[in-house]
Each structure stands twice: as structure tokens, then as C-alpha cells.
């Protein structure tokens, strides 16, 4: 007997609700997408643009929003040499509509059945796909009483070169303002605001091993970043001690999309 094929992922259109601003360079983009499927935090999309003359160009993008949120959300950071990146963060305005293939991707995953505690590693838009983590586990707490949160702790270690390039920084500061189990911490690469008290330098050794639980604890890890990062950061928690089976990964790829 043998197995059904695996259902084909589809191309969609998706129309543009809203553009919000993150940064000086990152926009997301909330669309509303009739008969999407689903998708789990951490998942990305295909998006192909058609130019006038048929020229056709596609590139990944993670998801932003929580799988709960009945819209979808991609956050998209300006390439100056990107295709695709100038037009949708520069370009794209509320009723356009985009072609979109997805969910996509079924490692770079998590959600609160899988427990935790849950590690978040992020650098410049790679804080995308955490971000979705991070608001599924907000709704999915919701209510539940300070036992129930201390089950599933989180902790966000995020590097931006500068305080204003902090995509989503207010509401990382109200989700680690409301939840005593979730920490988020910034490091700050380039420059720092007066009176900044927080980490100033890319992430290190010493860095993951002040903030990231011992490996006794089996903490679930997602980094996310540019590919430096990621494979800094990874090699340095399987030393550490970490399982290497519960360390994710996820990286830009030569465009910018994940890979």
C-alpha cells in the first residue's frame, strides 16, 4: 500500500489590510488571505512578485503573526539591492494584493505543547519567526494563573545594532512588562542610548551563558539571524553542554529570506 502524496502548497492571493512601520527600514505587512490553512509559529511563505513584462521573482519570508491571529503578518526588512524588499516596505499600500505559497516548513517550529523553557535567540529581522513563538505563547497564557506561566518560561536574548533598530520594541516591553515568566534581554552592537544599562557587544559565550538556562534544565532553543550569528551562537550552546537535538536554527539567506 502506498502512502497518499503529500498535499501540494498553493499559491494564494492575499489582500493588504494595513502597513505598519517597525523601524526606519522594516515594515510589516498584515494581510488578509481567504481559505488559509493554518500555520504553526516559526513558519515562513513564498512571495512572488510579476512585473509588467511577466519577469517573476520569489523570496521567503518568516510569519510574524501568532497561528491564532485570523490575519497573516510578515515582516520585511529593506535590501538596498534586494527585488523585493523596496517594494513591499516601500511600495506595497492597503488593497494592493500579493501572491503568497505557504505555510511553509515544519523544524523551525514550537508551540506550548511543546513546553519549555523556551530560549529565543534573535539578531535584526531574525526576531520574525521568535516573534510569532513569543505572541502564540502570550495568547495560549492568557488567563492561566502564575504555576501554569512558570511551566512554559521564556527568555529572549536579541541583538540590534542600535536602539531605534529594534523591530517590535515596544511590544517586547510590554510582553516582558505583563509576564514575570518571560525576560527579554537587548544587546546593543553599535550604539547605545544614555543611561543604557544593558549588554553592548554581539552575542558571546559569556553572554549565553549568563542568560540561557544550564542544560539540566533541556531548555528548547530557537536562534534565528544572520548566519554568523546563528552559527556562533549554536556551536557555542552544543559546547555548553545543550542537547544538540533541541537547538533550532534558522538563517538569512544571500537575499536577505530565510533559508
Keep these: 500500500m502506498t502512502s497518499p502524496a503529500p498535499k501540494r502548497i498553493e499559491w494564494r492571493l492575499g489582500t493588504v489590510i494595513e502597513v505598519i512601520p517597525e523601524t526606519s527600514r522594516t515594515r510589516t505587512v498584515v494581510l488578509d488571505v481567504p481559505n488559509w490553512p493554518g500555520h504553526r509559529a516559526g513558519q515562513h511563505v513564498d512571495v512572488r512578485l510579476t512585473a509588467e513584462d511577466g519577469y517573476q521573482t520569489e523570496r521567503s519570508y518568516s510569519i510574524a503573526s501568532a497561528p491564532e491571529d485570523r490575519r497573516l503578518s510578515l515582516t520585511v526588512e529593506r535590501l538596498e539591492e534586494g527585488e523585493v524588499s523596496p517594494y513591499l516596505t516601500e511600495e506595497l499600500r492597503p488593497g494592493d ?47 492561566r494563573d502564575r504555576a501554569t506561566r512558570r511551566q512554559v518560561p521564556a527568555r529572549l536574548i536579541y541583538s540590534s545594532r542600535r536602539w531605534d533598530d529594534i523591530i517590535y520594541r515596544d ?47 533541556n531548555p528548547r532553543i530557537f536562534i534565528c539571524g544572520p548566519t554568523s550569528l546563528v552559527e556562533s551562537a549554536a556551536t557555542t550552546l552544543v559546547e555548553l553542554g545543550h542537547q544538540p537535538t533541541l537547538v533550532k536554527t534558522e538563517r538569512f539567506g544571500p537575499t536577505g529570506g530565510t533559508t
Excluded at 508551540?111 to 523553557?117: N, T, V
Excluded at 510590554?174 to 544599562?197: A, K, Y
Excluded at 557587544?201 to 559569556?206: N, P, S, T, Y
Design 97 to 143: 494584493q500579493l501572491e503568497i505559497r505557504g505555510p511553509i516548513g515544519g523544524y523551525f517550529v514550537w508551540d506550548i505543547s511543546i513546553g519549555g523553557p523556551l530560549v529565543l535567540v534573535g539578531g535584526g529581522s531574525g526576531i520574525v519567526p521568535l516573534m510569532a513563538m513569543l505572541r502564540h505563547r502570550e495568547i495560549a497564557l492568557r488567563g
Design 171 to 217: 511590544e517586547l516591553m510590554r510582553l516582558g512588562e505583563n509576564d514575570n515568566t518571560l525576560e527579554v534581554v537587548h544587546t546593543l552592537t553599535r550604539e547605545q542610548p544614555d543611561g543604557w544599562n544593558g549588554f553592548r557587544r554581539r552575542i558571546d559565550r559569556k553572554m549565553l551563558a549568563e542568560v540561557v538556562w544550564p542544560p539540566g534544565e
